[in-house]
T-cell receptor, first 112, second 113 residues
C-alpha cells in the first residue's frame, strides 16, 4: 500500500516552460487536493476535486490547471511557469469528510 | 469560506517543558479539527484530531482541547523531547457539501536539549 505518491520529487524549470505534476493514490479516496507550501504561508489550496471528473478552484488557482480523469490520479499543470511559482507542492487525499488527510511526499519546484 | 488563524508562528522550549499552540476558526459550522506534524523535509502527518462533540482528547503526551463557543482549539504537548521539533499545522473542516480542510499557517516548534 503506497498511499499517496507524487511525481517528480524535484524539478527546475525555466520561466515560460510548462510541466505537469502527478499525484497518484491507491486508497480509493474520493477527495484530492493540491496545496503549495511557502515559508510563513502554511498550506494554501490551489485546486481540489471531490470525485472523478470534477475539479474546483481553491485559494490560489491562478497559473495552474488540474484534471482528474481517473479517480486515483490528480494532475496539476503549469502552462507557463513563473518565478512566483517556486514552491513545495503537496498533494493530499481524503476518504470522506472529517477524516485524515494523507499527503504525498512533496515536489520541490524551482522556476528560474 | 473558513479562516484559520494559528499562533505562535515560532515556539522555542527547553526539553521537558510543555508547549501550547492555539488556533481560532471563523466558520461556526466547522466540526472537525485535526493537527498535523511536519518534520523537516517530510510530508505532514496526522497526530491527533477532535470532533465538535468532544471538548478534549488525549494521546500520551499530546492533547487537544476545543472551545466551540469561542471557536478556538489548542494543541498541548507535555514533557517535550527534541524529536518533537517540527512544524505543526492545525486545520478545520466541516461535513456536508464539498469537503475542504483549511489549514493554519503553521507553528515551528523547537525543543532545545
Amino acid at each position: 500500500n503506497a498511499g499517496v505518491t507524487q511525481t517528480p520529487k524535484f524539478r527546475v524549470l525555466k520561466t515560460g516552460q510548462s510541466m505537469t505534476l502527478l499525484c497518484a493514490q491507491d486508497m480509493n479516496h474520493e477527495y484530492m487536493y493540491w496545496y503549495r507550501q511557502d515559508p510563513g504561508m502554511g498550506l494554501r489550496l490551489i485546486h481540489y476535486s471531490v470525485g472523478e471528473g470534477t475539479t474546483a478552484k481553491g485559494e490560489v488557482p491562478d497559473g495552474y490547471n488540474v484534471s482528474r480523469l481517473k479517480k486515483q490520479n490528480f494532475l496539476l499543470g503549469l502552462e507557463s511557469a513563473a518565478p512566483s511559482q517556486t514552491s513545495v507542492y503537496f498533494c493530499a487525499s481524503v476518504d470522506r469528510p472529517n477524516t485524515e488527510a494523507f499527503f504525498g511526499q512533496g515536489t520541490r519546484l524551482t522556476v528560474v | 469560506g473558513e479562516n484559520v488563524e494559528q499562533h505562535p508562528s515560532t515556539l522555542s522550549v527547553q526539553e521537558g517543558d510543555s508547549a501550547v499552540i492555539k488556533c481560532t476558526y471563523s466558520d461556526s459550522a466547522s466540526n472537525y479539527f485535526p493537527w498535523y506534524k511536519q518534520e523537516l523535509g517530510k510530508r505532514p502527518q496526522l497526530i491527533i484530531d477532535i470532533r465538535s462533540n468532544v471538548g478534549e482528547k488525549k494521546d500520551q503526551r499530546i492533547a487537544v482541547t476545543l472551545n466551540k463557543t469561542a471557536k478556538h482549539f489548542s494543541l498541548h504537548i507535555t514533557e517535550t523531547q527534541p524529536e518533537d521539533s517540527a512544524v505543526y499545522f492545525c486545520a478545520a473542516g466541516r461535513s456536508g457539501g464539498s469537503y475542504i480542510p483549511t489549514f493554519g499557517r503553521g507553528t515551528s516548534l523547537i525543543v532545545h536539549p
